[in-house]
């Protein structure tokens, strides 16, 4: 599952949201939930929060950047399964935008078999067109300094796609050429919402935003050994009753992706992934 959870300062008040974000996360019941815009800020900690209602995950947070306040800004995997190993390749930032980005890179088991390995590797890249297309070739030299050795890897993440510049995610899919010096070397991922759902409309597949959804920003991808066999849009605005008021409040901004896979000896791994923009 990936999952953008709008950090503390957008989209309502973040103490009934972290419970809707809950909610999904726990009625789905993925084995690896990846989130994106994880703050911290004046001693609050959104991923330990979250962590308090999950305690059946392990989990990883790391910074991608800081604010004149003090507050800080980052990504969050967790994990059913042991989380072997973790570590984080930096992307940079731009004139355009002067957010660093980061790739999170984690190492877990599959569940049921502790002797197959997963890579999972987690990211938000800028909402700005020339900042995604510059940190392409950083990407992939994120993701191929990690050694393959048979494993099947996932990326996921909120990838900033916007409907009239698609750059990074044909590249990552093989539908556009890789930069060198990838070019002839690079592996594509397969796109799992268009490999379960090939003949969706583009409309299908928005997750963002969940109020007025134009653009597809959420992925998961993945290359190996495996067979997609769901992925499904999930944390849309609900009816929040209180005080005999009705009130109507998505969990976050973004809608968060939850797919399946089927891999050799019919294991399943689900993966929960949160991203916003």
């Given at each position: 599952m990936t999952y953008n959870v709008q950090n503390f300062d957008s989209g309502g008040d973040w103490n009934m949201r972290k419970r809707?974000?809950?909610?999904?996360?726990?009625?789905?019941?993925?084995?690896?939930?990846?989130?994106?815009?994880?703050?911290?800020?004046?001693g609050r900690d959104q991923a330990n929060e979250l962590s308090a209602g999950l305690?059946?995950?392990?989990?990883?947070?790391?910074?991608?950047?800081?604010?004149?306040?003090?507050?800080?800004?980052?990504?969050?995997?967790?994990?059913?399964?042991?989380?072997?190993?973790?570590?984080?390749?930096?992307?940079?930032?731009?004139?355009?935008?002067?957010?660093e980005r980061i790739v999170q890179h984690v190492v877990v088991q599959l569940p049921g078999n502790p002797d197959v390995l997963v890579d999972v590797f987690h990211t938000h890249l800028s909402y700005d067109r020339f900042t995604q297309t510059e940190s392409m070739g950083r990407l992939l030299e994120c993701v191929e300094a990690e050694e393959r050795n048979g494993r099947l890897q996932v990326l996921l993440g909120d990838l900033?796609?916007?409907?009239?510049?698609?750059?990074?995610?044909k590249v990552l899919t093989g539908l556009l050429p890789a930069p060198p010096p990838f070019a002839k070397s690079w592996e594509p991922f397969t796109d799992l919402w268009a490999a379960v759902h090939p003949a969706a409309s583009p409309e299908e597949g928005f997750t963002f935003s969940t109020s007025d959804?134009?653009?597809?920003?959420?992925?998961?991808?993945?290359?190996?050994?495996?067979?997609?066999?769901?992925?499904?849009?999930?944390?849309?605005?609900?009816?929040?009753f209180s005080n005999s008021r009705t009130t109507h409040l998505a969990p976050s901004d973004h809608f968060a992706v939850l797919a399946s896979?089927?891999?050799?000896?019919?294991?399943?791994?689900?993966?929960?992934?949160?991203?916003?923009?």
């Open positions: 809707l974000i809950l909610e999904v996360i726990y009625d789905a019941s993925p084995d690896i939930v990846a989130l994106q815009e994880v703050r911290t800020r004046g305690s059946q995950y392990h989990y990883v947070r790391d910074t991608s950047m800081g604010y004149e306040d003090g507050s800080t800004e980052g990504l969050a995997v967790f994990s059913k399964t042991p989380i072997l190993s973790h570590n984080v390749c930096n992307l940079g930032s731009s004139i355009e935008d002067i957010n900033n796609i916007h409907p009239d510049h698609q750059y990074v995610s959804p134009v653009t597809r920003c959420d992925f998961v991808l993945a290359r190996g050994h495996f067979k997609p066999t769901s992925i499904d849009i999930l944390g849309g605005i609900q009816d929040i896979l089927n891999l050799d000896k019919d294991v399943v791994v689900d993966i929960n992934i949160k991203s916003e923009l």
